[in-house]
């Protein structure tokens, strides 16, 4: 069939764009489409308590621009959530998303679980298909992680912990810290500050090496 003969003018008529031009955009705009060199990818939740900073380390390390379901905090939430957070003013109401290469040739896809106890029937869903999650703690109160991290164990999902650090939280040693969170020997716990992106990767990339860890002794 001679394609050309359906249209007198060369080009007009036929599609948008191909292949080739597609492939080209995806490599004129790093960041938007993932990396041709990406070999696998991997679903992990960041969870934790309100305000702990989940929101803040998706936005910080998403490659796209982060899906983001803040809304302004009910006055029936904020009664039953600001608790903790006096001055938190908005809530994740369903999830956050983005997606981060690493190594280039590993995609994370990060989503953000609420943090509130009542919404553990959205976390189970969202937990399907996940590798594991970054736990993260507030050691102003680190009381209000003990949900996450009860809910990670009951699932069975492989988790590491990192403690996002604000100007007052208090510091405590590492094995007191293991202690009153009750983690296990082989549980990565360090600090981040979800605020920064080199110090975020760094908490990310632990998890996806404590995963890698795991998944070569069960081999
Ligand atoms: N000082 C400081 N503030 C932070 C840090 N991470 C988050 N925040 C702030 O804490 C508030 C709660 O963070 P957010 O990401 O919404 O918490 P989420 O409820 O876990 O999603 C926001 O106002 C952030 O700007 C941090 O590492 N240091
Ligand atoms: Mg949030």
Redesign the pocket.
């Known amino acids: 069939m001679d394609w050309r003969a359906s249209s007198d003018a060369p080009g007009e008529g036929g599609p948008a764009g191909t292949r080739g031009e597609a492939a080209g955009r995806a490599g004129s705009a790093p960041g938007l489409y993932v990396p041709s060199t990406v070999t696998g990818a991997a679903k992990i939740l960041v969870v934790?308590?309100?305000?702990?900073?989940?929101?803040?380390?998706i936005s910080t390390v998403s490659e796209i621009r982060p899906l983001l379901t803040?809304a302004m905090m009910t006055r029936a939430g904020a009664r039953v959530d600001t608790a903790v957070?006096p001055s938190?003013a908005?809530?994740?109401v369903s999830l956050?998303f983005g997606r981060l290469t690493l190594g280039g040739d590993l995609v994370l896809y990060l989503f953000?679980a609420p943090?509130q106890r009542r919404f553990l029937p959205v976390w189970r869903e969202l937990a399907r298909g996940a590798l594991g999650a970054l736990a993260?703690v507030d050691t102003r109160h680190l009381e209000a992680s003990f949900d996450a991290l009860g809910y990670l164990e009951d699932l069975d999902m492989p988790f590491s912990v990192a403690v996002?650090?604000?100007?007052d939280s208090v510091r405590h040693r590492e094995e007191d810290l293991r202690a009153a969170l009750d983690l296990l020997p082989d549980t990565p716990l360090g600090v981040?500050?979800?605020?920064d992106r080199p110090s975020s990767l760094r908490a990310l990339a632990v998890l996806v090496r404590h995963l890698l860890s795991l998944a070569r002794e069960t081999r």
């Open positions: 934790g308590p309100l305000g702990v900073g989940k929101t803040t380390l803040e957070r938190k908005t809530t994740t956050d953000g943090g993260l996002n650090a604000f100007p981040c500050d979800a605020r």
